[in-house]
């Protein structure tokens, strides 16, 4: 993981800014990551034990995977409970970063009204939660939240292009409401809170099964099984390593309390799909075919991120490019994929 007393350099003001972080980081709380089991949260649970802090992970494991978390157990700071945030949870905290719900199409739609339920009754329960112990919040909104985008890049003053009755909607519609309830919370009962959209992220300890693009094509890639690209490859995608995204996330926590967000946190370098498949076959050196299949409804066209507002007030943009990143993620699937066979040669 990315750490933060290297990551800024520079002039004085970035210094300073850098300053603030690492006294922010390095006053104890005790802080829940909900859904820290999952791909972002068990990284944030890491880098914030490896801060000296005491960190309670929530999850439900609908996706999240213990062997995420497992290694963190090392720490005496560290707590696992199985909680669903749809029901309500009474804990001291200093902090919360609220990261509890399905993010890929398949896993969010297998089950849309509770998709719906964790994005709305979960973030009122974390918000009540906030109110009651004087906590500052973070929600993880996304880049779904502008649908399919008429305005490109992706400012956070658009309003989006958003189905409100289509497959997507329980996850689109389900942040848009989200967000509303941490902005009447704070209007209304000052919460603090910090909302980060969140645009495609990819990394290590990603699920093999997630349906997410980038995890599909390594997958089939390893296996030498056909690459599907969904459309004729031209729709676009910006891809963000793992740990750039979690250094923007403890930057945004740290700001001060008047930086609400909403604010981007995304890789700006834009990518076709095709590109993207054709970068898994050269790194990977397979001999997969592409194939095409019909374009899923309301699949956005275009996404790019705008991130000035997060580089004027954070000093943070991307350090990973695409390649470095896939490779690593590459390694990730083959030692999952090369463990797998080998349970399954002891089965037999």
Not at 20 to 43: C, D, N, Y
Not at 124 to 131: D, F, G
Not at 173 to 181: D, F, H, M, P, W
Not at 335 to 348: K, P, Y
Request: glycine content about 8%.
């Amino acid at each position: 993981m990315t750490n933060l007393k290297n990551v800024l350099s520079g002039n004085l003001e970035k210094l300073i800014y850098e300053d603030s972080v690492l006294q922010r980081l390095e006053i104890q709380k005790r802080i829940l990551v909900t859904g820290g089991a999952g791909f972002l949260g068990s990284h944030l649970c890491e880098l914030l034990l490896e801060a000296g802090h005491q960190v309670i992970c929530a999850d439900n494991f609908s996706t999240g995977m213990r062997q995420n978390v497992e290694h963190l157990k090392r720490f005496d700071g560290f707590r696992l409970i199985v909680h669903d945030v749809v029901e309500p949870i009474d804990l001291d905290v200093d902090e919360i970063y609220n990261l509890a719900c399905p993010a890929s199409p398949p896993h969010y739609q297998a089950d849309p009204i509770h998709t719906t339920k964790t994005c709305v009754l979960g973030t009122l329960n974390m918000l009540e939660l906030a109110a009651r112990y004087g906590a500052r919040i973070f929600q993880a909104s996304t880049s779904e939240i502008y649908g399919d985008p008429q305005i490109h890049p992706q400012v956070e003053s658009y309003w989006g292009n958003v189905n409100t009755f289509g497959p997507r909607s329980c996850y689109d519609e389900g942040k848009r409401c989200a967000e509303t309830l941490l902005f009447d919370f704070h209007r209304a009962r000052q919460v603090e809170i910090k909302v980060v959209r969140i645009f495609n992220t990819y990394g290590p300890r990603m699920r093999p099964d997630d349906g997410r693009v980038v995890s599909n094509f390594i997958v089939q890639a390893l296996k030498g099984e056909d690459i599907t690209i969904y459309g004729n490859g031209s729709q676009t995608r910006s891809f963000c390593f793992v740990d750039d995204l979690i250094d923007g996330i403890i930057r945004v926590m740290a700001s001060p309390a008047s930086l609400t967000g909403p604010i981007n946190l995304g890789n700006p370098a834009e990518f076709t799909i095709g590109e993207l498949a054709e970068q898994v076959i050269e790194l990977t050196g397979s001999r997969s075919k592409i194939v095409y299949r019909p374009l899923p409804v309301d699949d956005p066209r275009q996404r790019r991120p705008d991130i000035s507002l997060a580089e004027r007030e954070l000093g943070w943009r991307p350090r990973v490019d695409l390649s470095a990143g896939l490779a690593q993620t590459i390694g990730h699937f083959d030692a999952l994929l090369t463990q797998s066979d080998r349970e399954l040669m002891e089965v037999a």
